[in-house]
Structure formats: structure tokens, C-alpha cells
């Protein structure tokens, strides 16, 4: 495996969408008006900045785990060590695993980062490139929407089946020169296909599939279909999309994304077919304006309801016969 997780594609295929004809969005939103990721969200971004040296990130770090322990998932901080690939110096970072019935051996995977870009090398403003973004829709987002479904697993979730939370750490300390990006997909990844190690549960078991969020709070989101996510498992593509295009069409597009190599990547690397549900076009990715502010609750509302209605009636046939 390259240790590129989102390759220079990313730049280009965020350049050719954003250059495309603006989308308005639908008046109707679907599902729940102001769904209970929204409220999350809002209270993660007020924990203060999650990017690499930020000075109280474990704090951070400790309250969206607890956010996750609270709701009944066992909840594990593991620590290891990645550089910054530009400079070489290393950086702590945490990966939070939380498991909805750790006892099951018929699992799947949530996940999605929580760490925020460290500099904002898309903002307009000179000034304002070197400096860390709040990182609202890209890491706070996906992570509001797990928190949220995790409040309700024991209702969505068949009985027999757990579900691995995964918070992957260090997504963005990479460059579109150098890559560098995932690592905490990557060292999740790692552990996976190695033997347990002591005190750690992380490596067993291996889930049936994963799914990853990521950015999916911004009102001009379109949801295109990852090529990755196509090769890796295109029956959980298929099935997610004829959800989401039903409950928004105007959010879900059938349109090839293009290879975006996010957390998803090292899973399908070791052997866990993931899918990645991105809205890529958002024009305040990497800028100082990725704050809450703007963010949009229809949107949340729409990915909540789409994986709560996954995880009731279609979750089954994904499991490759378990419980
Ligand atoms: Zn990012």
C-alpha cells in the first residue's frame, strides 16, 4: 500500500466540481428538520481546534470519546505516533474505537476523522493559509452523525450484530505534493491484519464491511460515488445510493467521483471492502470559513436517516450470513 491516502486527484477532482454550475438546494429537507447530529455537532466544535499540536487536543480527544462511551459503546483511546511528512516531526495522535456489543463476532465498520486540517491551503486569503481550521463539515460532521447514530443502536441495529466506531486521527497531515494523509486509517489498518497484541482489542474482529463519512453537513453537498468505494463493494454503493437519491435526489449523484484515497482506503487495503460517502464539493473545504455557521441540518438529517434506514432493513444482507 502507498502511504498516500488522498492522492493530488483530490485537488484536481475538487477543482473540476467546484468549477461546475452552482446547485441550489431543495427547499424540503429530508427527515428530521434539526436532527440530533446537528446539536453534536455544534458541541464539537466548540471543544476547541483538533488539528496536530493543537494545545488542548486531549481534552478534545477525551470528550468526543466520552461522547461515544456515554451512549453505551466500550471505548478505547489508542495511541501511536505519526510524522509530518513535510517536516519528519512526529506527531501523538490518538485513534478513538468504540464497540456497540464488543461480544459479537458479526461486526461492521463506522468510521470517520476527527482531526481538522492544520492549514488552510485553500483560503483565498494569503494570510490565512498556514493557519488551522475549525473543521466544522470536513472531520466534525461525519463524526456528529456516528455519535448521533449511536444513540439509537439498540433500535437500528440487529440483535447478534455489532458495530465497530471508529474516529480515525491524523486524515489531514499530509500534502498534495508529498501525501502523507490517513494516518490513523493507516495504523487502524495495520492492526487489523496483525496479531492482537496485549491490553488491545482493536485487532479482532475483522468487520464485514465499512462505511466512512466525511464532509457531509455542507447545503451544497452532492454525494458522487467514489471510484474506490465502486471496485471495492459496488452492491453496498448501490444499495446506500438508491436510499439517499430516494430520500434527496438532489443530494445523491450516480456520477463517478473519481479515486479519492480517505480513511476507507487502507480498510479495503486490509481486507475490510469499504465504502466512502463524501460531499466533495464543498467550496469551503481547506479555508477558514469551514466553521459551523452555514452548516446545514437538512444534511445531517438526510445521512443520519439514510444509514438509520440501512441498519434496519438492509444491514442483513451485507453480513454474509451472521449472526
Ligand atoms: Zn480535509
Request: charged share 25%; with cysteine; hydrophobic share 40%.
Amino acid at each position: 500500500m502507498t502511504d498516500l491516502c488522498r492522492a493530488p486527484a483530490r485537488l484536481l477532482t475538487l477543482v473540476l466540481v467546484s468549477s461546475a454550475a452552482a446547485w441550489t438546494p431543495p427547499a424540503a429537507a429530508a427527515g428530521q428538520a434539526s436532527p440530533e447530529s446537528y446539536a453534536i455537532l455544534k458541541g464539537i466544535v466548540k471543544f476547541g481546534n483538533r488539528h496536530a499540536g493543537a494545545s488542548k487536543r486531549g481534552l478534545a480527544v477525551d470528550r468526543l470519546a466520552r461522547l461515544l462511551s456515554k451512549r453505551g459503546l466500550e471505548t478505547e483511546k489508542v495511541s501511536f505516533e505519526s510524522p509530518d511528512p513535510r517536516t519528519g516531526r512526529m506527531w501523538p495522535m490518538t485513534n478513538i474505537v468504540a464497540r456497540f456489543r464488543p461480544e459479537a463476532s458479526c461486526r461492521f465498520l463506522l468510521g470517520s476523522h476527527f482531526d481538522a486540517r492544520h492549514e488552510a491551503e485553500m483560503d483565498p486569503d494569503p494570510a490565512r493559509k498556514t493557519k488551522p481550521i475549525a473543521g466544522a463539515n470536513d472531520s466534525g460532521s461525519g463524526v456528529a452523525v456516528l455519535v448521533a447514530l449511536a444513540s439509537r443502536f439498540r433500535e437500528t441495529v440487529p440483535k447478534g450484530v455489532g458495530v465497530d466506531v471508529v474516529l480515525f486521527d491524523g486524515e489531514e497531515m499530509g500534502y498534495p505534493d508529498v501525501g502523507g494523509y490517513c494516518a490513523g486509517s493507516r495504523q487502524f489498518a495495520g492492526a487489523l491484519t496483525s496479531r492482537p497484541s496485549a491490553g488491545t482489542r482493536t485487532s479482532l474482529p475483522i468487520p464485514k464491511f465499512g462505511i466512512v463519512l466525511d464532509m457531509v453537513a455542507s447545503p451544497k453537498s452532492v454525494f458522487k460515488v467514489e471510484s474506490y468505494s465502486q471496485e471495492a463493494h459496488p452492491s453496498l454503493v448501490s444499495t446506500l445510493w438508491e436510499i439517499g437519491t430516494r430520500r434527496m435526489p438532489a443530494a445523491f449523484s450516480r456520477e463517478r467521483l473519481g479515486w479519492i484515497r480517505d480513511d476507507h482506503f487502507p480498510l479495503i487495503g486490509a481486507g475490510v471492502p469499504s465504502v466512502l460517502v463524501i460531499g466533495y464539493n464543498d467550496p469551503r473545504w481547506h479555508t477558514a470559513a469551514d466553521v459551523f455557521e452555514g452548516l446545514s441540518p437538512e444534511r445531517l438529517a438526510l445521512v443520519e436517516g439514510l444509514l438509520e434506514e440501512f441498519m434496519k432493513d438492509k444491514l442483513s444482507s451485507f453480513l454474509g450470513g451472521c449472526p
